[in-house]
């Protein structure tokens, strides 16, 4: 059953089905051909199946998503995986200057169905240059989307609808969630909807409480953060506290705002949540736009929880201390109940 | 090489004649663009290929345009000229009005016509040139690839980046150098190590070399670079030593007169000329001049674009 996957096994069979369905896929990236499978092992299986359409490059990020999109211009499906986020900055001009543009400034006159994966996020003692969560840099671009599936979503539906798609995508993988097994359905203390069941890239609701009551704070996360959420709704569902997490799969450009906004004002209270640096993050255009679309209704400023702005240290005791983890979600919803 | 045949005078006559016009619509449709923009009449800017006109049209022809790929740069009016020889498309693009071909949004450095596509990022295009020659690889169209380069973008890393890869992955991509010795306002030597025509060898890809002086030389060059990659699945590099006869862009050459009169000399339009009948010279003249005069009255017509049903 598609719920006892892990987040790792969705995202790799997604993959082999893609291929399977349509050879015009092909895929991309350092150190990904059998037996070594790629760093997280994701592609693992992947050039044992389809040889002849997996390609290990050299370390060159910025080629690697120049060739992806020279490819998805001529008509293919590339997915390009880069092996760890924080080397997205060396494909930036690829994504921003050419995957995004192309189709907008030809007019629409091309499409350019292109997937970059990668593993994002800290929590591995990988220190400065492995650990960040850099999808922030890319929210905002126009004609780019950014993607990042968390343990309440079907990853692998979600990286299928970005194949799919004819436009750029980048598709943010957490490291820690690779492990997790996808939690797709209710449990006893935890209610599991979907927001928008039709959307290309849904957006999961999970509730501590039954339906018919409103909450008493509504979290609204993405990606990484996600890990945090079934120990938070029971620890909270414990004390009384109606939670309602809100989580978008789509991070940019930002799913329709009112149901995000309705969400918003049935508590009144609102804390957002991403594992990238909160400052002028993800959470701050998600804040802005809450505010324009329901301040009237808010009983308290909107907080926002993410990575402290500074680098991530190597070191687990000081890298604990600088990313968000569920103490520090729980102390801000606590905060906002105040 | 297609000259060689017992009627070679004649082919190359008519060759001549060929390329003669399509270098002079290319010359007159960027002079006139810099008229309309002394006029007001043009927004933004130009980067002109005033003086380069001949490489353009020697290696687009030397291609199978109805398959092969073009990718350029933010000089291209040349290459897209010579490629698809659309002066009104061009025109409204550049002046915002009806008919552009990228709805006025690219402008003269982001064009797309066919199989062409240009870009004003330096470098930027070779790795999606490499990607899309894997691609026509892979699904054995036939069709190769040629990425126009200039020398100031070989300070780029996805240049060798591409290199590297199109070797080691054996695909059918033509990087043509067009080598004007001037980067905006900086001269080659300030600004590079060594050999740009010995950049390719290090990574097994055959260099060819050519002067843009000579049309005709530099086409039969392109021939022999254009067949090797398109037999032997491989790719090859064209070095085109060619002269900017005006500026970057606009009012910004900081050349010494000197300098100047001698890439003058080096005008492979006047070069051309002097091979061609005098009297279907004037033909071709008259010819293109029409043709540009007509453009220009009717795309001056045209209303501009509008943004409206647009994200």
């Known amino acids: 059953m598609s719920q006892q996957l892990t987040n790792l096994e969705s995202l790799r069979s997604a993959l082999q089905s893609a291929m399977a369905d349509d050879e015009t896929v092909v895929v991309f990236g350092e150190d990904i051909l059998d037996p070594y499978g790629g760093a997280f092992k994701v592609t693992k299986g992947l050039s044992t199946a389809f040889p002849n359409r997996v390609f290990t490059t050299p370390i060159c990020e910025g080629a690697i998503v120049g060739m992806a999109n020279g490819l998805a211009l001529r008509g293919m499906r590339p997915v390009a995986e880069l092996m760890f986020g924080d080397f997205i900055t060396l494909a930036a001009d690829q994504l921003i200057n050419h995957a995004a543009k192309f189709p907008a400034m030809y007019n629409g006159r091309v499409t350019l169905p292109l997937v970059v994966r990668t593993p994002m996020g800290g929590g591995r003692g990988y220190g400065p240059t492995h650990s960040q969560s850099l999808e922030r840099m890319f929210c905002g671009v126009p004609h780019l989307s950014v993607v990042a599936p968390t343990i309440f979503h079907d990853a692998g539906k979600l990286l299928r609808a970005a194949i799919a798609s004819d436009g750029p995508v980048v598709f943010i993988e957490n490291k820690l969630l690779y492990p997790l097994r996808q939690q797709l359905h209710s449990t006893a203390t935890i209610q599991h909807d979907v927001l928008d069941p039709e959307a290309e890239y849904p957006t999961v609701r999970l509730r501590n409480f039954g339906a018919g009551d409103s909450a008493d704070v509504t979290l609204i996360a993405n990606g990484g953060v996600s890990r945090f959420l079934p120990s938070l709704l029971e620890r909270l569902a414990d004390e009384e506290i109606r939670l309602q997490a809100v989580l978008p799969s789509v991070l940019s450009p930002l799913p329709p705002i009112a149901p995000l906004a ?4 049935d508590s009144g209270r609102v804390v957002i949540a991403e594992e990238g640096i909160a400052t002028n993050g993800w959470g701050a255009e998600l804040a802005a736009r809450l505010y324009e679309s329901c301040m009237g209704r808010l009983a308290c400023p909107i907080v926002r929880i993410g990575a402290m702005p500074t680098v991530i240290p190597a070191a687990k005791h000081l890298e604990d201390e600088i990313l968000p983890s569920e103490t520090t979600i729980l102390n801000a919803i606590l905060k906002v109940l105040s | 090489m297609m000259i060689a045949s017992p009627n070679s005078f004649t082919i190359t006559h008519q060759l001549a004649e060929h390329f003669y016009a399509q270098m002079l619509l290319i010359r007159q449709t960027e002079q006139q663009f810099l008229e309309l923009f002394a006029q007001g009449k043009l927004n933004g800017t130009v980067h002109t290929c005033i003086g380069q006109e001949s490489s353009a049209v020697a290696v687009v022809n030397a291609m199978d345009t109805q398959r092969d790929i073009i990718f350029s740069n933010h000089r291209a009016h040349g290459h897209f000229l010579a490629y698809c020889g659309d002066v009104e498309g061009l025109l409204a693009e550049v002046l915002g009005r009806e008919g552009a071909v990228c709805g006025g949004i690219g402008g003269t450095q982001h064009l797309h016509a066919g199989n062409l596509y240009t870009n004003g990022i330096q470098g930027g295009i070779a790795p999606c ?47 043509v150098l067009e080598d004007n010795g001037i980067a905006q306002s900086t001269p080659k030597q300030q600004e590079h190590a060594g050999d740009l025509s010995t950049r390719a060898q290090t990574f097994g890809i055959q260099t060819f070399t050519a002067d843009s002086f000579d049309v005709l030389a530099l086409h039969q060059t392109t021939v022999a670079a254009v067949g090797l990659v398109r037999q032997q699945q491989c790719p090859a590099f064209l070095v085109v030593n060619c002269y900017r006869l005006g500026p970057h862009s606009k009012g910004d050459d900081t050349r010494s007169p000197e300098e100047l009169a001698a890439v003058e000399q080096r005008d492979p339009l006047r070069q051309l000329e002097l091979q061609i009948d005098p009297e279907q010279r004037q033909l071709i003249q008259q010819s293109v001049q029409q043709r540009i005069q007509a453009a220009v009255q009717d795309v001056l017509g045209r209303p501009f674009i509008s943004r409206e049903g647009k994200e």
């Open chain 1, 262 to 265: 309705a969400a918003a004002a």
């Open chain 2, 129 to 175: 040139a490499t990607g899309a020659a894997l691609a026509e690889k892979m699904k054995r169209s036939g069709a190769i690839t040629t990425v126009f380069l200039g020398d100031g973008t070989m300070g780029q890393g996805a240049v060798y980046e591409s290199m590297n890869i199109a070797a080691l992955w054996q695909l059918p991509i033509l990087f």
